[in-house]
């Protein structure tokens, strides 16, 4: 035993010795080390999700619907979060799983049926004043007929839709109570690429859910009016319009959109500033609605190539590639191929700044544009004129024919009539008046209009019913639906599939 010993202390002599020797090479690059960053310990979001949450809020919208009119929605609350996610991308709602099959018509008149109310979607939203204002994403609410908003102690209340403005997404809806907890308003200027921030929201329809994740890019072009952040927080269907806050408890954006190809958070979501969707609510709450300026025209990008070719230092403004015959560019002055490289004393960067701007400024100014042409500058004056509203399909109150029956695929359909045709700048088409079968359980409704039937132009109704007793009675069929503003493509399967 002692043997023993004596060889393991003459070991540990030796490794000692050996790691003394190595010490003034390791000491040697303490300073080197010493002079990396430290190591900044990740952030504990306990204390910021207690403090905010409360102010976070549930949205459910429904709607009412006839028996056998079919809807956005389907009975149960499986769906809904998958209903709301279908609207925001596809423009049409998901495809509903088979119901038991109702009465044929067979042309018969029935009875008067009373609406039920159906679920339609789910979303979230943040309260902003004490007095019950609430932002959340015009998508969310859009086309509802009622809208009910759950606060975390679960409270309850049927909220009314103050007004929606659907080029930004943004919407304010109003619940009637009092000292309501309310989150402040950060400013997105300041926020910096991987700052740490947080979402919290109704993912799935599951209330409350709070995810993490970094600033991933700021003023990320994806449409005319917003520059939108992107992050990598996890935001799924049923987060949108809940808010995005940063570490000092303030909102700096709206969750609005994800990136996907399978339907769910693939690492990339958006949301627009806050102060872009404050200056939208601001309007909402005066009038109900927003009001944008215009000057009339049709612009593209500046290259590299072309501004090297007019003698521009460098690759900036908004080439102007149409100017609206009558509209304020005209009366300007402004010409094809001019490029507006300064509005009111802003620079215009690259193209998309340009409807940001002109359209917050308000209609009826007197602007001075500062152009570039045949390779010299030059002023423009001009008045900015109002942008129109979004037009939107009438919603009209329609009876189906009583002697008209229900074609193959469940719909009775009629002609368009002129005013609509122009109204909505379509040539053909047919609108649904009544859908019940393999249509309804597709996810068609009432007021839909057909474009298309498989690859065939739908001109009118007649022709349309004509196409459908063509098809193959087991064979699935695709038509081109148009809902509102947005087209998509609806598989209908017949029965049995």
């Known amino acids: 035993m002692k043997t023993v010993f004596l060889a393991r202390s003459a070991l540990l002599s030796m490794l000692l010795s050996v790691a003394g020797a190595a010490l003034p090479t390791l000491a040697g690059l303490a300073p080197a080390q010493a002079q990396t960053a430290p190591v900044a310990a990740l ?5 910021l999700a207690e403090k905010t949450g409360p102010a976070v809020v549930n949205i459910r919208t429904t709607e009412r619907v006839k028996p056998g009119q079919g809807g956005t929605g389907v009975p149960g609350a499986e769906d809904e979060e998958m209903q709301e996610f279908f609207r925001k991308f596809f423009g049409v709602p998901m495809p509903r ?35 019950g204002f609430v932002l959340t994403n015009a998508h969310v609410v859009e086309g509802a007929d009622e809208v009910y908003v759950t606060l975390t102690d679960k409270r309850e209340f049927k909220a009314k839709i103050i007004g929606v403005d659907k080029r930004t997404d943004v919407a304010v809806v109003k619940i009637e109570g009092n000292n309501l907890p309310r989150l402040p308003i950060g400013d997105p200027s300041k926020l910096r690429v991987g700052e740490w921030v947080i979402a919290i929201g109704s993912p799935f329809g599951l209330d409350n859910t709070v995810t ?3 600033i991933s890019a700021k003023a990320r072009d994806t449409g005319d009016y917003l520059p939108l952040i992107q992050t990598d927080v996890a935001v799924n269907p049923g987060n949108s319009g809940g808010p995005l806050i940063n570490l000092r408890g303030e909102v700096v954006g709206i969750n609005s959109q994800i990136y996907s190809r399978s339907g769910g958070y693939m690492g990339i979501s958006f949301a627009v500033p806050i102060d872009e969707a404050m200056r939208v609510a601001e309007q909402l709450r005066v009038s109900g609605r927003v009001t944008r300026g215009r000057i009339g025209v049709q612009i593209g990008e500046v290259t590299k190539d072309v501004a090297e070719s007019l003698g521009l230092q460098r690759a900036q403004g908004a080439l102007i590639q149409r100017v609206e015959p009558g509209g304020p560019a005209e009366k300007g002055g402004l010409e094809a191929g001019d490029i507006i490289l300064r509005f009111n004393g802003t620079s215009i960067e690259k193209s998309s700044d340009l409807p940001r701007i002109v359209g917050a400024t308000k209609p009826g100014t007197r602007s001075t544009l500062t152009i570039w042409r045949k390779g010299s500058n030059k002023d423009v004056s001009l008045t900015v004129a109002e942008l129109e509203p ?3 399909a009438k919603k009209e109150e329609r009876k189906p024919k009583p002697e008209q029956a229900p074609n193959a695929l469940g719909l009775v359909v009629t002609d368009l009539s002129e005013a609509q045709k122009k ?51 087991k064979k699935t069929v695709v038509v081109l639906v148009r809902r509102g503003e947005a087209s998509q493509f609806v598989p209908i399967r017949p029965n049995g599939q």
């Open 43 to 47: 952030p504990d979001f306990a204390d």
């Open 97 to 131: 799983q088979p119901q038991p099959e109702r009465a044929p018509r067979n042309g018969r008149k029935q009875s008067p049926q009373q609406e039920e109310e159906v679920p339609r979607g789910v979303g979230s939203g943040f309260i902003i004043s004490a007095d």
């Open 212 to 214: 993490s994740g970094i």
């Open 390 to 392: 979004e037009k939107v």
């Open 423 to 473: 109204e909505l700048k379509l040539d053909g088409g047919a609108v649904v008046e009544n859908v019940e079968g393999a249509a309804s359980r597709a996810g068609l409704r009432a007021g839909d209009i057909i474009l298309r039937l498989n690859n065939n132009d739908v001109k009118d109704a007649k022709q349309f019913n004509g196409l459908v007793t063509k098809l193959e009675p």
